[in-house]
């Protein structure tokens, strides 16, 4: 199985060692920058699982950088900040953070906070890291092309087909509400007594069904919405 990679974004050089070296010491395939900037342009050309960010850097700060990761990318972002300020934090989340690490720090709660924030990226369905694609286990969505591929097969979805699919993937192993699908599938509320949605999640099970059984994955859980089972991610060719 390939180690998790992270990207860890740093100025100072010393801090930079520190974290990059507690990170490949835990078993992380460990990327180092200095500056936003080359964080940016490696984020655009390279696939990484999470990014910690220093908020303290000159030109383009941690926070502005998660803002511009954002416009790109769901890829989790820790900051990592000697700052104790409170306002500082929400500002963090605020610019898409996903958590917080304060200087001085432990090792181990380093590596906890990673973990931790890794295993909700993982149960929410992996995005990469120039979002053009959500993946979970053998599943694979390609949104520029708005397909569906299991095991490299297509699902020939319609738009709102794969629109709903994409959004039960990306929130994979939570139960999403009917009228949360409905206002982001088709822009408005669906009258409790339309078919329209779960004729569409039909014919989505039964495309699924076509590549191989994969159509139970999707689960109906009645009169609160629809799940994308996570179990789908221990899937393996056969």
């Given at each position: 199985m390939a180690r998790p990679r992270v990207l860890v974004v740093d100025d100072e050089a010393t801090s930079r060692d520190l974290l990059t070296r507690i990170l490949s010491d835990a078993g992380y395939d460990v990327v180092d920058t200095f500056s936003a900037e080359e964080a940016l342009a490696l984020l655009h050309r390279e696939s990484f699982d999470l990014v910690t960010l220093d908020v303290m850097m000159p030109f383009v700060d941690?926070?502005?950088?998660?803002?511009?990761?954002?416009?790109?990318?769901?890829?989790?972002?820790?900051?990592?900040?000697?700052?104790?300020?409170?306002?500082?934090?929400?500002?963090?989340?605020?610019?898409?953070?996903?958590?917080?690490?304060?200087?001085?720090?432990?090792?181990?709660?380093?590596?906890?906070?990673?973990?931790?924030?890794?295993?909700?990226?993982?149960?929410?369905?992996?995005?990469?890291?120039?979002?053009?694609?959500?993946?979970?286990?053998?599943?694979?969505?390609?949104?520029?092309?708005?397909?569906?591929?299991?095991?490299?097969?297509?699902?020939?979805?319609?738009?709102?087909?794969?629109?709903?699919?994409r959004m039960l993937a990306e929130r994979c192993g939570q139960v999403v509400p009917h009228d949360e699908i409905a206002n982001e599938v088709w822009g408005e509320e669906l009258d409790p007594e339309s078919k329209t949605l779960r004729v569409h999640v039909y014919r989505l099970r039964k495309k699924l069904d076509s590549l191989g059984d994969f159509g139970r994955f999707l689960l109906t859980k009645r009169d609160r919405g629809y799940l994308l089972s996570p179990e789908l991610r221990q899937v393996e060719a056969s």
């Open positions: 941690g926070l502005e950088c998660c803002r511009r990761i954002r416009q790109f990318s769901k890829v989790p972002v820790v900051f990592v900040t000697a700052r104790s300020d409170p306002h500082n934090e929400v500002e963090g989340f605020q610019a898409g953070g996903d958590d917080y690490i304060r200087k001085p720090y432990h090792i181990a709660a380093v590596v906890s906070r990673v973990q931790a924030v890794l295993r909700r990226a993982e149960d929410r369905g992996s995005v990469d890291a120039v979002g053009n694609a959500v993946r979970v286990g053998p599943l694979q969505l390609d949104i520029a092309a708005q397909e569906a591929y299991l095991f490299g097969r297509a699902a020939g979805l319609t738009t709102k087909e794969f629109e709903l699919l």
